[in-house]
């Protein structure tokens, strides 16, 4: 059972696609995050910015600054995520793999959101039983640019819980450590060049396990 906490950094730097190309190959078993990976995991799907910032070339969009705000009245709209998907207003991205996959989500509301949108729990009481609901049997936990959801999760996992925290800033990844989680593995890089390898090497493995099997078919 592998979590993925993640933050908005995430689809910033480029990487929505492949964290949604890990949720369609069935390693994501759950996710963890708040109202802004979804707000701007929706821009990126509608409009292909991010923050008003051009995905791909990394260009300001014109009159950008507004494109997160549409994003989020686009939510309201419809009254939640999994509508937008059945309504066929969201078909892509992390949060439609998600739906359609039937993997867990849990979207944490802070006081300095923007929104939220409907789907997040702004009671944190209820979002931290929630987020202890997905974690239960967890293996594996990646930590993905997020310093306050990686610190939150942390303190809830026990020792025998593998972590990966990823994040291109040093110290965020030393506090996660200092702070008890003993067990994590560190590793400090841009999570936009990180997770597009990790999908590339696993794809390579799965293509290289189907031509071992096809080859053996053939021998026998």
């Known amino acids: 059972k592998i979590i993925v906490v993640s933050g908005p950094v995430l689809i910033h730097s480029g ?38 910032m051009h995905i791909i070339d990394g260009t300001l ?17 419809t009254g939640s995520l999994k509508a937008m998907v059945k309504k066929r207003i969201l078909k892509s991205g992390v949060m439609y ?10 979207l944490a509301g802070s006081v300095r959101d923007d929104g939220p949108i409907p789907d997040v729990l702004t009671d944190i009481v209820e979002a931290q039983r929630q987020y ?8 594996i936990v990646l930590m993905l640019s997020t310093m306050l959801h990686s610190i939150a999760v942390g303190n809830m996992l026990p020792a025998t819980v593998k972590v990966i925290a990823v994040d291109i800033s040093q110290p965020v990844v030393t506090k996660l ?21 990790v999908v590339q090497y696993l794809e390579h493995l799965i293509a290289k396990r189907k031509r071992h099997y096809q080859n053996k078919e053939e021998g026998e």
């Open 97 to 106: 793999e998600c739906i359609t996959n039937d993997v867990p989500f849990v």
């Open 15 to 52: 990487a929505a696609e492949a964290l949604a190309k890990l949720i369609r190959m069935g390693y994501v078993h759950g996710l963890l995050a708040g109202n802004a990976l979804a707000v701007h995991d929706i821009e990126n799907a509608l409009m292909g910015t991010s923050l008003g």
């Open 132 to 139: 202890k609901r997905v974690i239960k049997g967890a293996k």
């Open 61 to 77: 969009a014109i009159r950008g600054h507004r494109n997160h705000m549409q994003a989020i009245n686009e939510v309201f709209k």
């Open 177 to 197: 450590l200092d702070r008890g989680t003993t067990q994590a593995i560190g590793i400090v890089t841009d999570v936009g060049a990180f997770l597009p390898i």
